[in-house]
């Protein structure tokens, strides 16, 4: 039988400026139950994007990402666009 591993995510943040921010959020993403393997995909001047794999559904992962005080934009397919609360 086919197994599902996962929902592939990614995470837009929006407005993270500071290298110290990047790898703040990306330690409180790390210990997020449910979330593996995540990596930072790209660092610009005004975004900073996540992605991973998620053992769950999408709307959960949203609601823990809410719980933890990000403010949530917009949710496009598996692309989740956040500001840091």
């Known amino acids: 039988k ?8 990614e995470l837009v943040f929006i ?3 500071k290298y110290k921010d990047i ?18 995909k790209k ?5 900073v994007v996540y992605t991973g794999i998620y053992k769950g559904i999408l ?3 949203i609601n823990q990402l809410s ?5 949530i934009d ?3 397919g598996n692309s989740i666009c956040l500001r840091k609360g």
């Open 59 to 61: 709307p959960d992962l």
């Open 74 to 76: 917009r949710v496009k």
């Open 67 to 71: 719980s933890l005080g990000f403010a």
């Open 2 to 9: 086919y197994k599902r591993k996962g929902t592939n995510f």
């Open 43 to 47: 660092v610009t001047a005004k975004k």
């Open 23 to 40: 790898f703040d959020i990306w330690d409180t993403l790390k210990d997020i139950n449910g979330i593996t393997g995540i990596c930072i």
């Open 15 to 17: 407005g993270i400026s």
